[in-house]
């Protein structure tokens, strides 16, 4: 008997209706969101650390204007709801880009110069983001002056210590912190939803409206969020012990 | 004899089992920030931190905003502050004497915190428990609950709790809201149990060990001297957590529950969804969100510094 026939049993002898795991169409439908969940987990994750990375270097810039602009994108960022960001993003900067550039398809209507996809993960990682600038910024005072003194001695220019000795530094020391905020960062996705990312929250709705099987479909997704978040943290305490430089606390 | 030893030797172990140099080759810094993240996973995620003056710029810049499409707005249609000044009760407090909109955000703040932290209190307690299965079992949950998305566990109750409870003599509705502070209770309930864990562990070992010289039972110990230290650890916790969920309950929205994120959308549909608008109203709708949560948030670093003492 093989893997499918047993849920199809499964489903005609007690009603548990796993139908994704029997039936082509929807197993096709649940592939599909959750590869876009974790494309958006990945392109929001990386795009925060980007995010992180630059906003850190330029905390310490020498010009006030940009210290200040970074600041403010912090704190604005880290006491709003993400899920109101969401919305701003998408509805308010969604509707000013799509004024400017935007295209009208053959039927008339105004097709978005950037997709609901990609405004969660610009707000996705401008949210996680703030975070990481704050972390990173933990990371980068923890690497002595004498270190920062060395690498200048040595010819190094402002940006070039920055990339070649104090971040690697900075960020094996900011990894546990990170680990947290990712993990944070990972869960926020599901709030994607909201303006119809078609993720895995997205399409368990369409299959659990299409088969009214809603107990089975949560299960679903408390394994495969659980999941996930276990595959995070297993991976980065791998990735901290895998950059530890023997010596480096 | 042994000169050069003392130098390859001259590792220590740290309170978190680490090993750890006393080279200068990171300072303390580092060592305090990985202690941070991991007391962090352990009590509650970020902090919420801002000064007062950028709070002030977040208002300036909002005034300006609505100054700037107040004076787009186009002839015999109505601008973005009277808009606002016709909709922010509606979106405060909902129609008369039904306490929607922001005040349901509240009131399910109110509610979810109560539930999640009496039932946090009572799973932290089973994690420190002597008996193996109950530590177990009461890991697990806290673990569960605190790694799954708040989204799926608010779907998951909102979808899956009756509407109403039959008790045979008296059926007992349960409206949408009620529903929403069970499902935020959840995720609430484990981290305050690890709140609650992590502060009895964080308490030195010669606690535990004097009282049982004085030949405290274990539950008196717990009651009367470890849990009095602990409760004031995990105040400023306890507050930040309960900042998180006040900025959480937007999300209910998304259940249709009548909070101010869905009362803000009917009302810009009310106006026509002018675009000049709309970012007057979600700005409005930050702003409420912030002045709520901002002072708490104060408050609760305030508290830290001030209980901040040597243990």
Redesign the interface.
Known sequence: MGFADFFLELYENTGWNFVFLYEQYEYDRILEGMWVSIKLIVASLIFSLVVGFIGAWAQGAKSKIVRYGI??YI??F???????QI??FY??LG??ID?FIGTYDAGGYQESYIDSFGWAVISLGFFAGA?NTEIFR??I????ESTREAAEALGYTRLMSYTHVIFP?AFR??L??L???L??LL?????A??IAVPEM?YTA?QI?SDNVN??EM?IF??IF??GL??ILVYGMHKWENNMKIP??? | MDTGSGMLNNSITDIDGAK??D?????P??????H???I??REG??R????PR??L??FAIFVAAAASAQAATPEGLIGPFEAIFKWAPFILWGPEGALTGFALNLIISFFAMLFGTVAGAALGLMQISLLLPVRRGSWFVTQ?FR??????LL??IM??FPFELDLGFVVIPIPDWMKAVIGFSLPVMANISEVVRGAVISLPSGQWESAESLAFSRRQTLWMIILPQCVKRMIPPWINWYCILA??T??SS?MGVEES?TFTAQALNAEGDR?EL??VF??F??II??IY??PI?RWSIKLEKKFAVKT
């Open positions: 600041a403010g704190q604005l880290r006491n709003t709801p993400p899920f109101v919305l701003f509805f308010v509707n000013w004024g975070f933990s990371g005072e923890a690497v002595p530094l020391v900011c546990p912190a680990n947290n905020n993990v944070n869960k926020t996705t599901t709030l939803y909201g929250m709705n659990w809603v107990s949560m997704l408390f969020y659980v978040v276990a010596g480096y606390g | 750890q140099t080279l200068p080759v990171l300072l810094l580092a060592a305090q920030t990985r941070a993240a991991l962090e996973r995620t970020y919420l931190n801002m000064q950028h709070a710029w977040v569960f790694n799954s998305p708040w989204l799926v779907f998951t979808l899956l900025m959480a937007p999300i998304i994120v675009p709309i970012p979600y700005a709708l930050l969100h912030f949560t901002y948030a």
